[in-house]
């Protein structure tokens, strides 16, 4: 590819509000649902990854999308899309749900933040941004689904020590995991929600477009802070076992098979795909999200297959090298009469590397 084509191909990605310092500081940039993302900087995904563990590492994540969902009615509608039932909320608690279709397949799973009675905001993953604002602006009506994300930045603050780094620029950090606080960042409205994606205790900030770059600085210039990719992301919630669409979650890999029915509302009259959801729950799943630690010498990949004495008894879905644990580990969907423990074979470009099926986590979470 030329040099011209490269530039062209750069300039028709979207770009977030800290693409330009991400360039600026030497990060490996790559095309991540149509974004510029920074997939590592100059320090590497292993230095990152354990940045978070046991300090404090800065993500930009305002490629992931934002929607307001308001009105009472437009609320209750949303309600009975959903999986997880957003009438257990107060106001300011988050939930994990999953958007599903009529087939029981995922559309996306995404956190839901109750801010009113009236008031839903939803973050869904960048890639399905679009299905997502289709079936709800069905659902619910165009006037009560407002797109966000080209005003709405998020910048994710994860690991032991964020919360002295939030406090650190005035901003609150002791709410209760799984909640929200409203603040302010240089007199600019900013949202804290104790939330992420690592397994640490950490906080997702949203911020207007217009203040994303002045708050990254402030906070990238607080000795505990590290900025972080997308690979030590991916490192980091695999070693947590938690799913990422297109890989444990899918239109064919509902929330029954990925180990997340907890996330489902049973008791609800109503959701999108609750009959085959409620089947498949009944029958019982024919395959079940599992984890296998690499025992033997290789790092496993997506759609490597699992055996168990030779048979075949799944695929990877997701596979890394944990640096945590300092051996490759993987989710796989496996047949579910295998029992934890068991030892497997994993194919690894045509050799068969030793393992263990497990039950995700790989490593403990932090207290949140």
Same mark, same amino acid.
């Given at each position: 590819?030329?040099?011209?084509?490269?530039?062209?191909?750069?300039?028709?990605?979207?770009?977030?509000?800290?693409?330009?310092?991400?360039?600026?500081?030497?990060?490996?940039?790559?095309?991540?649902?149509?974004?510029?993302?920074?997939?590592?900087?100059?320090?590497?995904?292993?230095?990152?990854?354990?940045?978070?563990?046991?300090?404090?590492?800065?993500?930009?994540?305002?490629?992931?999308?934002?929607?307001?969902?308001?009105?009472?009615?437009?609320?209750?509608?949303l309600n009975e899309t959903l999986t997880n039932d957003l009438a257990?909320?107060?106001?300011?608690?988050?939930?994990?749900?999953?958007?599903?279709?009529?087939?029981?397949?995922?559309?996306?799973?995404?956190? *839901?933040?109750?801010? /009113?009675?009236? +008031?839903? $905001?939803?973050?869904?993953? #960048?890639?399905?941004? %679009?299905?997502?604002? !289709?079936?709800?602006?069905?659902?619910?009506?165009?006037?009560?689904?407002?797109?966000?994300?080209?005003?709405?930045?998020?910048?994710?603050?994860?690991?032991?020590?964020?919360?002295?780094?939030?406090?650190?620029?005035?901003?609150?950090?002791?709410?209760?995991?799984?909640?929200?606080?409203?603040?302010?960042?240089?007199?600019?409205?900013?949202?804290?929600?104790?939330?992420?994606?690592?397994?640490?205790?950490?906080?997702?900030?949203?911020?207007?477009? *217009?203040?994303?770059? /002045?708050?990254? +600085?402030? $906070?990238?210039?607080?000795? #505990?802070?590290?900025? %972080?990719?997308?690979? !030590?992301?991916?490192?980091?919630?695999?070693?947590?076992?938690?799913?990422?669409?297109?890989?444990?979650?899918?239109?064919?890999?509902?929330?029954?098979?990925?180990?997340?029915?907890?996330?489902?509302?049973?008791?609800?009259?109503?959701?999108?795909?609750?009959?085959?959801?409620?089947?498949?729950?009944?029958?019982?799943?024919?395959?079940?999200?599992?984890?296998?630690?690499?025992?033997?010498?290789?790092?496993?990949?997506?759609?490597?297959?699992?055996?168990?004495?030779?048979r075949d008894i799944g695929l990877l879905t997701s596979g890394t090298?944990?640096?945590?644990?300092?051996?490759?580990?993987?989710?796989?969907?496996?047949?579910?009469?295998?029992?934890?423990?068991?030892?497997?074979?994993?194919?690894?470009?045509?050799?068969?590397?030793?393992?263990?099926?497990?039950?995700?986590?790989?490593?403990?979470?932090?207290?949140?």
């Open positions: 590819m030329t040099e011209d084509r490269r530039d062209s191909r750069r300039q028709e990605l979207k770009e977030t509000p800290i693409t330009a310092w991400n360039r600026a500081a030497g990060a490996k940039m790559a095309d991540f649902a149509g974004w510029a993302m920074p997939i590592e900087y100059p320090a590497g995904t292993i230095s990152e990854h354990r940045a978070v563990r046991s300090g404090c590492g800065l993500f930009d994540v305002s490629h992931m999308g934002t929607v307001r969902i308001s009105g009472g009615p437009a609320v209750a509608r257990v909320l107060d106001d300011g608690q988050v939930q994990y749900t999953l958007l599903c279709d009529e087939n029981g397949g995922v559309v996306d799973d995404m956190l *839901a933040t109750r801010m /009113r009675a009236d +008031e839903v $905001l939803l973050v869904p993953n #960048a890639s399905n941004t %679009a299905a997502v604002l !289709a079936v709800l602006r069905e659902a619910l009506g165009d006037e009560a689904v407002v797109d966000e994300g080209d005003v709405a930045a998020i910048l994710a603050v994860q690991g032991p020590a964020s919360p002295g780094v939030l406090e650190s620029l005035g901003l609150p950090s002791r709410h209760r995991y799984l909640t929200v606080e409203t603040a302010k960042f240089e007199g600019v409205p900013v949202i804290v929600s104790r939330t992420g994606y690592t397994g640490e205790v950490g906080f997702e900030i949203f911020v207007p477009v *217009a203040a994303a770059a /002045r708050l990254w +600085e402030s $906070l990238i210039q607080v000795p #505990a802070v590290t900025p %972080a990719g997308l690979g !030590a992301r991916d490192t980091l919630r695999t070693e947590m076992g938690y799913p990422l669409h297109g890989h444990e979650l899918s239109a064919s890999i509902g929330p029954v098979e990925a180990g997340l029915s907890w996330a489902v509302a049973w008791d609800k009259p109503h959701f999108l795909g609750d009959a085959e959801l409620r089947r498949q729950r009944a029958e019982g799943p024919k395959r079940r999200l599992r984890g296998v630690r690499v025992t033997g010498r290789g790092v496993p990949r997506p759609g490597m297959v699992v055996r168990v004495g030779g090298f944990s640096p945590t644990l300092g051996a490759g580990i993987g989710l796989a969907l496996a047949e579910p009469d295998v029992p934890l423990d068991s030892e497997v074979d994993v194919d690894i470009r045509g050799k068969a590397v030793a393992g263990l099926l497990v039950r995700p986590p790989f490593v403990d979470s932090s207290p949140k």
